[in-house]
């Protein structure tokens, strides 16, 4: 059974900073890239940050570069999202997610997580 569970989420004042982990188990976690998006009320899901797991490329959306780190240990079949410098806008549900191609477009993903919330008070 394929699951991928986030955790690390919660409340944290603006210019903090949180780890968000994914861990990943039942499929072959180096043929797949990982990815971490996030949903505020009312807006659509958006790609955050992805991690290709072959070659270890990294990519990111223009509003976190600069703030967030994502990263992987393949040992652990884990992702890890680190987040600096928190504006009260990047408060969403953030989930991770399993794919074929390491791009910031949630449809091309095809297993999900359950999602961690992330709240960011100004």
């Known amino acids: 059974e394929v699951q991928l569970v986030e955790s690390g989420g919660g409340l944290v004042q603006a210019g903090g900073s949180l780890r968000l982990s994914c861990a990943a188990s039942?499929?072959?976690?180096?043929?797949?890239?990982i990815g971490w998006f996030r949903q505020a009320p009312g807006k659509e899901r958006e790609g955050v940050s992805c991690?290709?797991?072959?070659?270890?490329?990294?990519y990111y959306a223009d509003s976190v570069k600069g703030r967030f780190t994502i990263s992987s240990d393949n040992a652990k079949n884990t992702v890890y999202l680190q987040m600096n410098s928190l504006k009260p806008e990047d408060t969403a549900v953030y989930y991770c997610?399993?794919?074929?191609?390491?791009?910031?477009?949630?449809?091309?993903?095809?297993?999900w997580g359950q999602g961690t919330q992330v709240t960011v008070s100004s």
């Open positions: 997610a399993a794919g074929s191609f390491a791009i910031l477009l949630p449809i091309t993903y095809q297993y």
């Open positions: 039942g499929f072959t976690f180096d043929d797949y890239a």
């Open positions: 991690i290709s797991s072959k070659d270890g490329r990294t």
